[in-house]
């Protein structure tokens, strides 16, 4: 079995098209389970070149295809996601991606998923983020947004790019992607807020976690993030504002775009890991002195009182009781000093 192994790689590199094709074919149903993973894997100085290569060819068709598959099998293994991060698997993927996924989207969505896997890494966050070449470094993380909020589909199983927002998730667990992200001048940050209206969950969830680990900048990145509040307030505060349909005392003090969505009933979001992740990033914003008076602003305390009372998850109630905490100790003080205005009730 090893020696027809070894012939089988062998066959990745042949010069027929069809041999090559038949090869990838069968290496892909190989990483379809742990046996054949685990032999694979233990070829990988062969293998992992060979894939990568039938990947880049221009020619490569269904084999390009097959490789790009089998590739993301192995890829879930971090030793493996390590080494074809060295072997340049970040930048093939990304230049196959561009040349030739809009006329291959099955081959486009599973170089997006190899991505995934390639970031759960630090060199392959560092790989796609260009880090250490100024000349270009986030122009991978600005291509992949543009696709990801140029590609927003209903139907989750023509959605080529949802898997982007796990990539924005795992780059943004590292200071230098949120920088990228951040970047007024990008604009990338407020163009993925705007796909938080998805009806996708894997995006919807991508998003928050996405804005959530941006504002672990927030002390240094307050008045970048304040900036797009026209955005970033709906996307934090309307998964926690629960179902009712808010007072007009209560509208009269949030701005329009708060306002008009909380005039009626709304379909509550159900993803209790996206309401945490919303309530964090308010907590981390409030926690900053302008942050917590833009809260005020826009009426922030009432929605969470009133998403409070709605709330069931234990969790998520102890997310909104930590930014209560906060407000008690210092935002409501500030908002009677400031505005002279009375506590909510």
Not at 32 to 49: E, I, K, V
Not at 150 to 168: G, Q
Not at 292 to 306: M, T, Y
């Amino acid at each position: 079995m090893a020696d027809e192994l070894d012939e089988l790689i062998d066959f990745l590199s042949n010069s027929s098209p069809q041999v090559r094709g038949a090869a990838a074919d069968i290496v892909r149903g190989l990483t379809g389970d742990s046996d054949g993973l685990r032999s694979l894997a233990a070829r990988a100085d062969r293998a992992l070149p060979a894939l990568l290569r039938l990947l880049a060819s221009v020619g490569g068709g269904g084999a390009g295809e097959a490789a790009a598959d089998s590739l993301v099998n192995l890829s879930q293994d971090g030793d493996l996601a390590a080494r074809l991060v060295v072997l340049g698997a970040v930048a093939a993927a990304m230049d196959v991606m561009v040349k030739r996924g809009g006329e291959q989207p099955k081959l486009a969505r599973s170089l997006v998923m190899l991505l995934v896997n390639l970031t759960q890494v630090e060199s392959g966050i560092s790989a796609l983020l260009q880090v250490g070449d100024e000349k270009v470094q986030g122009l991978y993380v600005a291509k992949l947004v543009r696709s990801f909020c140029r590609s927003s589909c209903d139907s989750e199983d023509e959605d080529i790019f949802e898997h982007i927002a796990s990539i924005l998730v795992n780059i943004s667990k590292v200071e230098a992607g949120r920088r990228i992200l951040m970047e007024p001048k990008r604009g990338l940050l407020k163009q993925i807020i705007g796909q938080f209206d998805s009806t996708n969950q894997l995006r919807k969830k991508g998003v928050a976690g996405t804005i959530r680990n941006c504002c672990f900048e927030a002390d240094t990145q307050i008045q970048n993030l304040l900036s797009i509040a026209e955005y970033l307030w709906p996307a934090l505060l309307l998964p926690v504002a629960g179902k009712k349909i808010y007072s007009e005392e209560d509208r009269s003090k949030m701005p329009p775009e708060l306002a008009n969505a909380l005039s009626h009933e709304r379909e509550a979001v159900d993803d209790s890991e996206i309401r945490e992740r919303a309530l964090e990033a308010i907590y981390m914003i409030v926690m900053q002195d302008d942050g917590r008076k833009a809260f005020w602003s826009v009426n922030g305390p009432r929605i969470l009182q009133v998403g409070y009372e709605d709330e069931e998850d234990l969790k998520v109630m102890g997310a909104y009781e930590l930014i209560g905490s906060l407000l008690v100790g210092k935002g409501e003080i500030e908002q009677d000093q400031e505005q002279g205005e009375d506590k909510p009730q």
